[in-house]
Antibody, heavy 121, light 109 residues
Framework: QVQLVESGGGVVQPGRSLRLSCAAS????????MHWVRQAPGKGLEWVAV????????YYADSVKGRFTISRDNSKNTLYLQMNRLRPEDTAVYYC??????????????WGQGTLVTVSS | SYELTQPPSVSVSPGQTARITCSGD??????AYWYQQKSGQAPVLVIY???KRPSGIPERFSGSSSGTMATLTISGAQVEDEADYYC????????????FGGGTKLTVL
């Protein structure tokens, strides 16, 4: 079965860095674009970044552009989010998710359970 | 910047029809998707490409889109449908970026 497992969250001071990972299994990881989505405590979902299936194209929300970098290692079936110059407003649960791809009449759409990042001094 | 606008809350009694709207200037050209999120859980896709329902999602969930508004309809809402609902679509300025609406808290009681 498809599984996405995030890791790397924790408490970090403002201005520091953190790298999140998302380990994928149960599907051909290299066939799918992947997203990071975050959710601040008590708030709504916010799209963060997307990377194409082969890693050649990457796009970011304005709120993280220039500070965060999305990447992937298809040989390890793993997605990453490098977060630099962290701010208190980056505090959130970070989810990795597959691109929504419709295969026949079935959408392929899977999310991890999320990892909490807390930016605080 | 482009936004998707949802009402913060909708409340219905069990068995009534709940309608949650999502307004966005690009919706005539871009698909809307709807996610359900229950407390402490990851989002679940309930409607894709405006009006298609994934297998396993109850038939009472339906979607429509007309002009700049997409609508999620839950016909005969059940207590277990109480959740936050988010619309999701593509940014008009950059076709590769995505965005979510602000979310709607559906209360069924």
């Amino acid at each position: 079965q498809v599984q996405l497992v995030e890791s790397g969250g924790g408490v970090v001071q403002p201005g520091r860095s953190l790298r999140l990972s998302c380990a994928a299994s149960g599907f051909t990881f290299s066939d799918y674009g992947m997203h990071w989505v975050r959710q601040a405590p008590g708030k709504g979902l916010e799209w963060v970044a997307v990377i194409s299936f082969d890693g050649s194209n990457k796009y970011y929300a304005d709120s993280v552009k220039g500070r965060f970098t999305i990447s992937r290692d298809n040989s390890k079936n793993t997605l990453y989010l490098q977060m630099n110059r962290l701010r208190p407003e980056d505090t959130a649960v970070y989810y990795c998710a597959t691109e929504v791809v419709v295969v026949g009449a079935t959408p392929f759409d899977y999310w991890g359970q999320g990892t909490l990042v807390t930016v605080s001094s | 910047s482009y936004e998707l606008t949802q009402p913060p809350s909708v409340s219905v009694s069990p068995g009534q029809t709940a309608r949650i709207t999502c307004s966005g200037d690009a919706l005539p050209k871009k698909y809307a998707y709807w996610y359900q999120q229950k407390s402490g859980q990851a989002p679940v896709l309930v409607i894709y490409e405006d009006n298609k329902r994934p297998s396993g999602i109850p038939e009472r969930f339906s979607g429509s889109s007309s002009g700049t508004m997409a609508t999620l309809t839950i016909s005969g809402a059940q207590v277990e449908d109480e959740a936050d609902y988010y619309c999701y679509s593509t940014d008009t300025i950059d076709n590769h970026r995505r965005l979510f609406g602000g979310g709607t808290k559906l209360t069924v009681l």
